[in-house]
Structure formats: C-alpha cells, structure tokens
C-alpha cells in the first residue's frame, strides 16, 4: 500500500502475520510461485509496494533466500528494516533504476496500482516488464470493482478499483495475462453491506474524511479464523472466482 500515515504502516506491522486476509494473500502468492517455479527456494524474488514486509516474512519463512522488496514510503522502509529484511526505497514507476544489471524469477506487486495515476500505473507495468525474466512470473493483486469501494479506499489513497478487462488496458506488450480470479465471493454480501452503508453515509455527509482510518484491524480470534476457514473453502469450492473485492492475477512475458 501505498500510504503516507505512519500510523496506517504500524496497524499492518502489528497484524500482517495474523489477520485472516493477509494470510490468504501471502499463501495466493507462495502457491503461485509454486505453480510455476516448483520447490527450487533459490529464485530470485522482488516485492514492489512491500509495505511493511509482511509477505517478505513469509517468503524468508518458507525458505526463500533471495529476496528483496522496495516501497516509496519512509514508514515502510522503517518496519521492513525492524523486520531486518532487504528493502530500497523508490516509486514503482521507476523501479528498474535500481536494478540495471537485474532480473527476477518472481515479482509481486500487491494492492499498489490502484493508489496510482493513470500514466503511472502504465509505466509501472513497463518497468516489471523490463524486471522480470523470460520465464518468470508476475504476480498482483488488486481492489476490485467500483461496487466494493468504501472508507478504506479513501484512507490508503486507493484512486481505481479493477477488473481484468479495466486491467488489461494498461498491459505493455511485454506482458499478458495468464490466471485471473476475483476472490473473497462467500464473504462479497457482508463486505458489500458494510461498504454500501460507507458510501452512503460518505454521501450525505456523516463520516468525516480527515478521520478516517482503514480496515487493516484484527478481529476476535474466532472470527479472524472463521473469516480464513471461509475463504480457504471458497477456493476449494472454485477454481477460478467469478466475483469479489479482490483481483489476483498471474501474467508472464510475452517478448
């Protein structure tokens, strides 16, 4: 995410490696790199937009020896480096700037682009394209459909909300899409309400927007492993997600 509060970067230090959806995230990532690069823990690996660390952790946690991670903010830079992993900082649009002589196996870039500008977005994904490997593996997630946007949106600066068809438009032509699937479907009508009941109280006036704060909090324990239980069923249930607040997506090189 990219987001200037301090304090928006400590609530995600203090419950990334709990909170049911960042442990559905970070296992969507590690299967994938799974899928196409099998066990070999030694791929080079590169988390742009990597917040404070939390899917580094993970991948270090399941083995992985060669990874790194970038993000604009001074915040993110200062939990990764708590965390004692190997970031830079610089914007995601100009990432192969640091990485002249480099290429990566895997690169993610989780709920960045939507926080960017048009243009940005478009010369983010011609930097990854620079990045990554022939055969590599591009790997994003990403807010999804306009129905979903609520309060969290406006507290991390999210600017867009995707589809796969809005997300192929900004797609260089080095590189295309491979899997797509929107997810957290059995949880859309509760996530739908709450959001609906956000925008309409954003509408008439009744929330204030300097006091906004995001979803990222940590719920009962019965209630965070009820939500993960779900959502784990949900992908056994469905191979590919019709629907959802979320997009992930794999792509890979073209050229």
């Known amino acids: ?17 709990r909170l049911w959806w960042y442990k559905i995230l970070h296992e969507k990532v ?5 899928h196409h690069h099998g066990q070999n823990k030694t791929i080079k690996i590169l988390d742009i937009g990597c917040g404070t660390g939390g899917l580094l952790l993970f991948l270090q946690k399941n083995g992985y020896t060669h990874i790194q991670g970038v993000d604009y903010s001074d915040s993110s830079i200062f939990f990764c ?52 490997k022939p055969q590599g593996v591009f790997v994003s997630n990403n807010n999804a459909f306009d ?14 909300r995707f589809t796969v068809s809005s997300f192929s438009q900004y797609l260089p032509q ?42 990222v909090s940590l719920p ?6 009820f939500f993960y239980q779900l959502v784990k069923l949900e992908e056994q249930l469905l191979k590919k997600g019709f629907f959802g607040s979320s997009l992930f997506l794999t792509l890979s090189k073209t050229t």
């Open 1 to 17: 995410m990219l987001n200037s509060s301090h304090e928006e970067y400590k609530m995600m230090f203090e419950v990334e490696e």
């Open 30 to 34: 590690l299967g994938a790199i799974h």
């Open 81 to 132: 480096q708590k965390r004692q992993l190997s970031v830079q900082k610089v914007s995601a649009d100009q990432v192969s700037s640091v990485f002249t002589d480099e290429q990566f196996d895997v690169i993610v870039c989780n709920d960045v682009l939507y926080c960017l500008e048009k243009q940005q977005i478009r010369q983010t994904l011609i930097e990854i394209g620079k990045l990554l």
């Open 147 to 160: 129905a979903f946007y609520g309060t969290h949106d406006i507290a991390v600066g999210g600017k867009h």
């Open 174 to 215: 080095s590189l295309a899409i491979r899997s797509a699937s929107y997810w957290s479907v059995l949880l859309s009508p509760l996530i739908l309400a709450v959001r609906f009941s956000q925008q309409i109280q954003l509408k008439l006036g009744l929330i204030d927007p300097t006091k906004i704060v995001s979803d």
């Open 220 to 225: 009962a324990n019965w209630l965070n492993n």
